[in-house]
């Protein structure tokens, strides 16, 4: 069991928003701008070379990209999402099987659109469509803030610069390529300048209701 205190929900988040920004720097020139309210159904049509043919004709396959869009409502609270080894995850176009596979991998793998992975009630990243932002492996970070009355977005983008000056994507761009800008202890990142048990805190203090209430 873990000792009482009697620090309060909010104190506890910001102490540990705070403690964070020691380990990552200031924010850089901004990787990639992006529209932050999603963008509009898409088509890629890419050319498939085939062999020289007197009957075939060269093909075409054409590829829908579905747009992952993000709002307030999309975010829940922690004790509603997939726990996997300390963070957690869900996935906004139903694909949590495949979110959940790639977590659970030690050897990584790429995450597919619509994952959501969160360490903190008041942060979280979101996997969006294909071609969103290159330059963080189609990541976009948000600021939350959680409250009993559902999350607020207070800072969004590729770009998302936390409110104590650290950028979201230089941090995780640490991580080796195969656990797709997620960090954990082994994964490259620098690590975190708090304890387990003051992230496991944290993670409990989540302030908004669960979905069956």
């Known amino acids: 069991m873990r000792p009482h205190t009697s620090v309060g929900p909010a104190v506890v988040m910001f102490a540990v928003a705070a403690l964070l920004l020691l380990g990552c720097g200031d924010a850089g020139d901004d990787p990639v701008g992006a529209d932050p309210a999603g963008a509009a159904p898409s088509t890629t049509t890419a050319s498939t070379t085939t062999a020289p043919s007197t009957t075939t004709p060269p093909s075409t396959t054409?590829?829908?990209?579905?747009?992952?869009?993000?709002?307030?409502?999309?975010?829940?609270?922690?004790?509603?999402?997939?726990?996997v080894r300390g963070f957690f995850v869900d996935n906004l176009?139903?694909?949590?099987?495949?979110?959940?596979?790639?977590?659970?991998?030690?050897?990584?793998?790429?995450?597919?659109a619509g994952s959501v992975v969160q360490l903190f009630p008041g942060e979280a990243m979101v996997k969006?469509?294909?071609?969103?932002?290159?330059?963080?492996?189609?990541?976009?970070?948000?600021?939350?803030?959680?409250?009993?009355?559902?999350?607020?977005?207070?800072?969004r983008g590729a770009d998302a610069?936390?409110?104590?000056?650290g950028s979201c994507a230089e941090c995780h761009a640490m991580a080796e390529p195969r656990f797709d800008f997620i960090c954990e202890e082994t994964n490259g990142c620098e690590p975190l300048p708090i304890s387990r048990d003051l992230i496991e805190l944290a993670q409990q203090t989540d302030p908004r209701p669960r979905l069956a209430d």
């Open 161 to 165: 610069v936390n409110q104590f000056g």
């Open 128 to 155: 969006r469509e294909a071609g969103f932002s290159p330059v963080t492996n189609d990541w976009e970070f948000f600021e939350l803030v959680p409250s009993a009355e559902g999350t607020a977005i207070r800072v």
């Open 93 to 112: 176009l139903g694909d949590l099987d495949s979110t959940i596979a790639v977590a659970e991998n030690p050897e990584g793998g790429i995450y597919p």
């Open 62 to 83: 054409t590829v829908e990209i579905v747009p992952v869009r993000v709002d307030e409502s999309s975010f829940v609270s922690l004790a509603d999402m997939t726990a």
